[in-house]
DNA sequence: GACCTGACCAATT
DNA sequence: TAATTGGCCAGGT
């Protein structure tokens, strides 16, 4: 019952990202278990089973960039979605990982 | 039933 | 400095 896969883990993280906050795909996967599970991070947003509860748009890579590939209507929408929630972005179109990082505090 | 791909990141050569 | 490889999981062909 508590056995979660590894997916699960990745959505009950992604899902834990606050309002005006962004998370990058190794940080979900660090605190999925495993950075290395970036990469599953990354497949596990693509098949994203609950768009709903799951805030992909707010999972960003390393370098602060959304995902070209986005499946909610269009990649402008989700930097639309993310400015209008406060989050910062650079000129270049890239989160402001220095202020929009979400801080995950571990205890 | 097995192999390959996929929205990645970081270290190494 | 830049390019490449390694690591993980699940789904599709």
Redesign the pocket.
Known sequence: MEEL???QRIYEVVKEIPYGKVA???QVAALAG??????????A????PNPVIIP?YR?V???GEV?????FGGVNRQIELLEKEGVQFLEDGSVDMEVSRWAKLVF
């Open positions: 896969t590894t997916f990058t795909y190794g495993n950075r290395h599970l970036a990469k599953v991070v990354g497949y947003l693509h098949v994203n992909c999972v890579n390393a370098k995902s070209k590939a986005f499946a």
